[in-house]
């Protein structure tokens, strides 16, 4: 016999306590990046990712990222970017690579506070 039935998400599953989530976790996760602009449409840069799995520390990735972005307008960008992310022995992940096309746009009126100073 199957039951089926709606989990109520006030009350915790049979077996938890709710407890369970009141802790932290004490992995660490970081990242750090720096971009350059050398011309008025032009930057590029470099986006450094580290983190830990949170049930085991010990399971490290980072992961490595130049970029470079396009400025097509004030309100919008093109940005083309390569990823290589490791994973550490513990994992048991091989190393993979990625390569993202992003485009920004900024719809809307806005202003900038510091250009009315």
Known sequence: MIQTGSLNPAKPAPGLSGDEFMGGVGSLGLYSYVTYKWHRQWSAGFLFDYVQNAQNHDDETMAFSPYITYALSHWNQLRLQYTHTDHNAVSGLRPDDAIYLQWA???????????QR
Request: proline share 0%.
């Open 105 to 115: 746009w900024i719809i809307g009126s806005h202003s900038h506070g510091w250009q």
